[in-house]
């Protein structure tokens, strides 16, 4: 019996070397059984950390004729989920693709920054328009450099150790912009490295703990959020998508990191995609 294939359209920079965006996007929600529609905002040489200065063309002008000709084809998708936006229009843009799509499940991955500083390419009027896209999203996934901008605290407010407490009231506030689903990735709670997550429908607050690994490897965001957005459109609950992309991203971590390879190579998802086709059920998920 042949089911429908979830189609998404993935708003996101496409870079030549760094293992990150659509390059790791694609792949990864492809195993999973989702049909990606890469909808370029960028296409740089590299990722924007460690390699210099990259060779970067803006497709700002792109986006809207693209999805124009997608409305004349009557086109739908189940899924508009953004990433790394190269300009402030785009934003705009991404709003636009959103409000075409009403029925869609819309995902919004707030890339801003990383590591308590925005990335280079970001403004501070494109990191503070972010807030219309999260207001817009079903889900948003931002780390907690992001987390601490959308909220208008101290970059180092969210990555400090949290109590479960503080962890909850990040994760409320941050739903109180909008989006149904807010998951913030690599936070501390209680001293263990945790993604954690809350769903306003049932009220309830998840983390998933994993191994921290020393070592920061581009791209990881970006399969979190794709394993996520893969799992929660084949019908897996929130806690259990949660468990899946953080599973897969301590596979991937762990597995490079034995490897020695340089960390702005990004992982190696080549030799790890098996995991998720497997679809194995995932019960390492806690309250929070």
């Known amino acids: 019996m042949i089911t429908k294939t979830a189609k998404v359209a993935a708003i996101h920079d496409l870079s030549g070397v760094g293992r990150c965006s659509l390059g790791v996007i694609l792949p990864t929600m492809s195993v999973m059984g989702i049909q990606v529609c890469p909808v370029p905002t960028a296409v740089l040489s590299t990722h924007t950390g460690g390699f210099g200065d990259m060779a970067l063309r803006d497709l700002s002008d792109y986006i809207i004729p693209a999805l124009e000709h997608y409305k004349r084809l009557n086109y739908s998708f189940d899924c508009i989920y953004s990433g790394f936006l190269a300009s402030k229009e785009q934003i705009d843009h991404c709003l636009e693709f959103l409000s075409s799509y009403p029925n869609a499940l819309k995902v919004v991955d707030p890339v801003m920054g990383d590591c308590g500083k925005p990335y280079k390419t970001y403004t501070p009027e ?10 817009a999203a079903d889900i948003i996934t931002p780390n907690p450099t992001e987390a601490s901008m959308l909220l208008g605290e101290p970059m180092s407010f969210c990555s400090d150790d949290l109590s479960a407490q503080t962890a909850k009231s990040i994760l409320a506030r941050l739903a109180e912009l909008g989006p149904e689903i807010v998951v913030v990735t ?21 983390k998933v703990p994993f191994v921290h690994v020393p070592a920061q490897y581009s791209g990881t965001g970006d399969i979190f959020a794709a394993v996520l957005t893969g799992s929660v459109l084949k019908g897996d609950s929130l806690p259990i998508a949660m468990n899946r992309a953080t599973a897969f991203l301590e596979l991937l971590i762990k597995t490079t990191y034995s490897y020695g390879t340089d960390q702005r190579e990004g992982v190696m998802l080549e030799q790890c995609l098996g995991f998720l086709s497997s679809y194995q059920t995932l019960c390492a998920y806690e309250k929070l």
Request: some cysteine.
């Open 126 to 135: 494109m990191c503070s328009r972010m807030s219309e896209l999260v207001a």
């Open 186 to 206: 690599s936070a501390t709670v209680g001293g263990k490295c945790c993604n954690i997550g809350f769903e306003k429908k049932t009220s309830s607050f998840w």
